[in-house]
């Protein structure tokens, strides 16, 4: 019986572990934010030295990340990166020029550096394109308490451990001399090394970005909570965000779904992936099917638990009740056989009796 439950057991981990990483792989939220993969925007942030470099890498065409076309012009939106610096917090805002009137908040870096020099970051998307918290941090910042704000390095099988206050970005913001980046570009008035292109279709974006999801799920991770809830409500609550009334209509028309009616182009978006990085151990990566809403259907083998062995417990010896005898005093015996001395032949004579 208890094999049994063992094995159940098993199986049952086992649909929580590949429903789980389905969840990670597969995340398709039906809003236009789908056509910004903001795992590739933290790793982007993390490999950039500035905020300037950052902006301009973001906006390139051959980076494969900015898909977004919020106003329905048929190209590319201009992202722009700001910071805005309280003491030692850094708000880090990216968003859009929809019209010459409207911007859109696309999502926020959250950048803290501690008393003791230990830094939190969490990427946040704009509840207009991505919904309610929707929260992205590193692998490496580990809490279960809610309220704690603190930052502990833990190892993981997926990622090692590296110290968010090390990044060449993080260094960057927080140097002696660092004069905040504000965007300089506006609607219409872009830098002259940038030309909107045609975005894909939302499938062909996801078959781009299909071959790196195994690197963006070990090193950085969705969380439920804010790490400082007072910026949150800050943030939300003062002149940070930018809403456009352009977006919340099209958005409420579901005019953005039509980008994701396309599930035959994956095959394309992953041939140009392959082309761009030929060299990456990921090119063998064969984009998955489609259910019939669009949603591509991961099947990932995972090994089942092995059954937990309780150790064999050795059986004591039965206790009689009685006390062993004393052996106090008496000496170990020989093993050797005693051999009785032989008797005198006088002494075996019989005695003649004296009268």
Known sequence: MQKLLRFVLSLFLWGITAHLFAQSETEKLDLPGDNLNLYAVMKLFQESKTLESFEKS?????????????NGDEGTDY???????????????????????EDQNIAVFFVEKKSDGKVLIQLVGDEDLYGKDYILEPNNTETANPGYTGLETVKSAQSNPVSVATWPMVRYVFSPGYSAWNSPWRWRYYPSYWKPWRPRYWHSYYGY??????????????????????????????????????VRTKSNRGDYKTTYSRPATASEGSALFVK????????????????????????????????????????????????PASTKGLTKPSSRKSVKPATPASSREPKKEIR
């Open 276 to 323: 761009r990085n030929p060299k990456s151990r990921s090119v063998s990566y064969r984009v998955p099917a489609f259910d019939k809403n669009g949603r591509p259907i991961i099947v990932k083998q995972v090994e089942p638990a092995r059954p937990i062995k309780k150790p064999v417990k050795k059986k004591k010896p039965r206790y009689s009740g009685k006390k």
């Open 79 to 101: 992202i722009r990166v700001t910071d805005k610096v309280s003491g030692d917090i850094h708000t880090i805002t990216l968003k859009t020029a929809v019209s010459e009137n």
């Open 58 to 70: 973001l906006n390139a065409q051959l980076s494969g990340i900015n898909n977004l076309d919020l």
């Open 209 to 246: 970005h299909y071959h790196l999801h195994k690197s963006y799920n070990a090193r950085y991770r969705k969380w439920k909570y804010f790490r400082n809830p007072a910026w949150y409500g800050q943030y939300y609550s003062a002149n940070f965000r930018s809403r456009s009334i352009i």
